[in-house]
């Protein structure tokens, strides 16, 4: 039987082009691929060289801003620090931190995007932990404080 092999790609709608299209460049650091300003269509990416587009913007969100549309879209970052960055970017930004949590197999920081969508930067650590787990956790502590919070709350898994 055929099967998907991966995740290619995210489109949202959106209300405010502009301003969602600076946030997703300026504060994630997504480089634009392709874009139609006329139609309001802005393609993006983490690793340009690798693939063309993870996320679409497009204009013409029919919803009340605040109102979910997603469940949740996921970012992976490379260290703890880069979610102590993104954490100080998006008070910065006075956007709504929602979460600061791990999953026993990751640290994650929970926030929303300028229309409301529920969004997730994350460190993978690399440990197998059964889902659901969320804990929350303390970012002010340095690499090590925060792995050895994650350790803790796993009952000792080795991280």
């Known amino acids: 039987m055929a099967k998907v092999t991966s995740l290619g790609h995210v489109g949202l709608f959106v209300s405010d082009y502009d301003m969602m299209r600076d946030f997703y460049t300026r504060v994630l650091g997504f480089t ?4 139609d300003r006329d139609r309001g269509m802005c393609f993006l990416s983490a690793h340009p060289e690798d693939e063309h587009h993870e ?3 497009a204009r013409g969100r029919k919803v009340l801003d605040g109102s979910p549309q997603i469940q949740q879209m996921s970012f992976h970052t490379d260290s703890i620090q880069a979610l102590r960055e993104f954490k100080a970017a998006f008070i910065q930004e006075d956007l709504t931190i929602t979460a600061e949590v791990t999953h026993g197999n990751a640290a994650s920081v929970y926030f929303n995007d300028p229309e409301g969508n529920r969004l ?3 460190y993978t650590i690399p440990v197998e932990w059964p889902q659901p787990f969320r804990e929350p ?6 690499d090590e404080g925060v792995l050895k919070q994650i350790n803790d709350l796993t009952f000792g898994a080795k991280i």
Do not use: A, K, P, R
């Open 32 to 35: 634009i691929t392709d874009e």
């Open 55 to 57: 996320l679409l913007l």
């Open 120 to 122: 997730e930067v994350y």
């Open 137 to 142: 956790i303390d970012f002010s502590q340095d």
